[in-house]
């Protein structure tokens, strides 16, 4: 309230300021008629008071910057006339400075949030940009006074440059332009117009000014990188225009688009085509959590009306489902048809040996561009007696066919979680090891009690803040070894699954050799354009990060693909606005943008609407009544933060906010749309008419309640 009543006065006090300066014709004053005809006289009233003279130039120079209004060129010229060339421009570097900087800074109180949360989404790149590199680009623009000067110093408000930085900056690029002003004040006399300062010659020396530190940056890059390339002879003619190593989501995306737009492209998997994702990650465990939930839901026959019945299940028949569900979906990921999409398809371990060449097959491959999507493999934490005691992770679990009655899953994250519950429908006796306070971490605290809760519900032992500590083999049976709050925990298992995450494939093809850098999370370091240290060298997917989703990895791609072909005439920044996830436990949990957790910890405010599934018909229908829609949004607005579903098929009704949030649609064009009745994409229907009966303008319906009674007589 505080702040609102701040901008009233600050713009009531701006605009009195402003209309006054019109109203009483103040800017007569500021013309180069008016300065040259009582030229004597300020000069002699200067003679006669020095310092009162410098202190009222000084305030009023100020407050026309600070006020944006017409003349500042003309003081400059004044003080020229007046003190001499090197007292005026110490007095007017520092005036204009600081009242660039006051008009920086009231147009950052009165517009920026404003700016901020209608655009925000549009502005991340600039606001990333003004981050890294804004005291640079301003320094640009301050070179060359083509540029109007107080335009300059409403925008940067708008942004997020440090104040501190946009003075000092100001200050010393504003330097060269107010001291060609200064001069020509001197000689004031000979001045006919104050546009006659700047010749062409001289507009065209100032623009060459401004483009130096631009053209520096680029001629550094340019050096910088045939430093790089200078080791490596480059090859005159080229076998292709893309090698793409690694035959999984990322791979095969940037490889289709690469045989898309008629390029040469060769894609070189080691072991089998699809990756991860289709052998041991997203196809498999889907496949198996399918038949998990059958099994499930025969359990729960009588909630449906019909006999009670134990479901007859063979272990072994499951897991070769599995395999079944793994043959149905190869195809679309074989070399059969990438061969005829045009891609040329090798089985072999690749090799980069330059900027330009992979070896593979004993063969070497001359190519302009190289992608690198690699993926990742399980994190197996060096936990003494794991090893030999024998473990599973998600690239091996799929081998077996012996239901393993006691199953230890380390890990409370998605894998884990989802692989926790599949076994424990699947008759396994499961115990989860997490040393978090929680399970799925990321997610908000409500959702990891609800998922704990369904967790042993279904007889699965959790254990939180558990770490584990080492493996031991005791008259024969596995034991692992945990520590929680000081007291050690031993947990006998038959077989274990490790699920604490995944780590980049970075290692064995080259990269070492040829220097190319690696992030602090042992991804591959890449640029805005996923390009590398090596710039003829890109990636995607697992092994580039930030993000380990089949979705975000195909999405790489394509930025991947066009950079490697098209730059330097073409290149796109990746934009990582929008990710969506959910993690596929029953019930599934969804999200997209922020978490009501997250909001708090990085200071986002935020309003919450959340609508509950046990409301609604088609859920009580199919007896899923369980869950919610929980929407994130602006205070007093429709515009969506982040939004958490948790229900089932909460990754398919999550779509409608992915595609809201990055397209800028709000709740009320939600509430707006029709939804199919009774359907569970109902629930985001409801949730937007939650958030506006929340939001009714209660003073205007209070007025039409006066009017509906009025008509009544």
């Not at 989703?549 to 394509?558: L, P």
Request: aromatic share 10%; glycine share 8%; with cysteine.
């Amino acid at each position: 309230m505080k702040n609102r009543y701040g901008k009233t006065l600050l713009i009531a006090a701006v605009i009195a300021l402003i209309t006054a300066f019109f109203l009483f014709d103040l800017d007569r004053y500021l013309t180069l008629g008016y300065l040259k005809s009582q030229q004597q006289v300020f000069q002699d009233y200067y003679q006669a008071h020095r310092l009162w003279t410098l202190l009222a130039y000084f305030i009023i120079y100020v407050l026309v910057t600070a006020l944006s209004l017409p003349g500042a060129a003309v003081m400059t010229l004044a003080g020229g006339a007046l003190f001499g060339f090197w007292p005026a421009l110490l007095v007017v570097s520092f005036a204009s400075t600081i009242g660039a900087t006051l008009a920086m800074l009231v147009a950052r109180f009165l517009l920026r949030d404003w700016v901020q949360e209608k655009f925000g989404d549009k502005l991340q790149s600039i606001n990333a940009g003004i981050d890294k590199e804004g005291a640079f680009y301003l320094f640009s623009l301050r070179l060359v006074p083509l540029f109007p000067f107080f335009l300059i110093n409403l925008a940067m408000g708008l942004t997020p440059l440090r104040a501190a930085t946009f003075y000092w900056v100001s200050q010393i690029g504003m330097l060269a332009g107010t001291a060609v002003y200064v001069n020509a004040g001197t000689q004031l006399g000979q001045l006919e117009s104050a546009a006659g300062i700047l010749s062409p010659a001289l507009l065209i020396s100032f623009a060459l000014l401004g483009l130096f530190p631009l053209a520096a940056k680029k001629i550094l890059a340019i050096v910088k990188e045939r430093q790089t390339m200078g080791r490596f002879p480059k090859p005159k003619r080229f076998d292709y225009n893309l090698v793409v190593i690694g035959a999984g989501s990322a791979g095969l995306v940037s490889s289709y688009i690469a045989a898309a737009v008629k390029a040469k492209v060769v894609l070189i998997e080691k072991h089998k085509m699809g990756g991860d994702c289709l052998n041991t990650g997203c196809v498999p465990s889907k496949a198996l959590i399918r038949s998990a939930k059958m099994l499930a839901y025969g359990r729960r026959a009588a909630e449906f009306g019909l006999n009670q019945s134990e479901t007859a299940f063979d272990f072994a028949a499951v897991m070769e489902r599995v395999q079944r569900v793994i043959k149905q979906v190869e195809p679309h990921d074989s070399i059969a048809r990438y061969t005829g999409l045009g891609v040329e398809c090798l089985i072999g371990e690749a090799r980069i040996t330059s900027p330009y060449t992979v070896e593979v097959n004993g063969r070497v491959l001359t190519t302009r561009s190289i992608i690198i999507a690699t993926g990742a493999s399980p994190f197996v934490p060096p936990i003494p007696g794991l090893k030999e005691a024998g473990y599973l992770t998600t690239d091996t679990l799929w081998e077996l066919r012996d239901k393993p009655e006691r199953l230890v899953v380390l890990g409370g994250g998605p894998i884990g979680s989802e692989m926790t519950q599949a076994f424990a429908r699947l008759g396994c006796q499961v115990t989860q090891v997490e040393m978090a306070p929680r399970l799925m971490i990321r997610e908000d605290s409500e959702v990891s009690a609800l998922i704990r809760e369904r967790f042993e519900a279904e007889g699965v032992r959790v254990l939180t803040d558990h770490a584990a500590k080492q493996v031991v083999i005791e008259n024969g049976e596995k034991i692992l070894q945990c520590e929680h709050q000081g007291a050690q925990v031993c947990i006998p298992f038959d077989q274990i699954i490790v699920a604490v995450g995944r780590k980049p494939n970075v290692k064995g093809f080259g990269l070492e050799e040829l220097g190319v850098r690696l992030s602090e999370r042992g991804t591959v370091e890449a640029d805005p354009f996923l390009r590398t240290s090596i710039p003829t060298i890109l990636c995607a997917g697992d092994v580039a990060g930030p993000y380990q989703f089949t979705h975000t990895a195909g999405h790489q791609a394509w930025y991947a693909a066009v950079n490697a072909l098209f730059s330097p005439f073409k290149a796109f920044k990746v934009d990582y606005r929008v990710i969506p996830w959910c993690t596929f436990t029953d019930p599934e949990v969804a999200r997209v943008g922020l978490s009501e957790d997250e909001a708090r910890q990085q200071q986002v405010p935020f309003e919450v609407t959340r609508y509950p599934l046990e409301d609604l018909d088609r859920a009580i229908a199919d007896s899923e009544a369980h869950g919610w829609v929980k929407i994130l949004t602006i205070p007093g607005k429709d515009r969506i933060l982040g939004v958490t579903i948790v229900g089932p098929h909460a990754g398919d009704l999550l779509a409608e906010y992915v595609l809201a949030m990055k397209h800028g649609i709000g709740l009320n064009q939600i509430l707006g749309t029709i939804h199919i009745y009774p359907t569970l994409a109902e629930a985001n229907k409801m949730a937007a008419g939650v958030w506006k009966r929340e939001h009714a303008p209660q003073k205007l319906l209070a007025w039409v309640e006066k009017f509906h009674a009025w008509r009544r007589g």
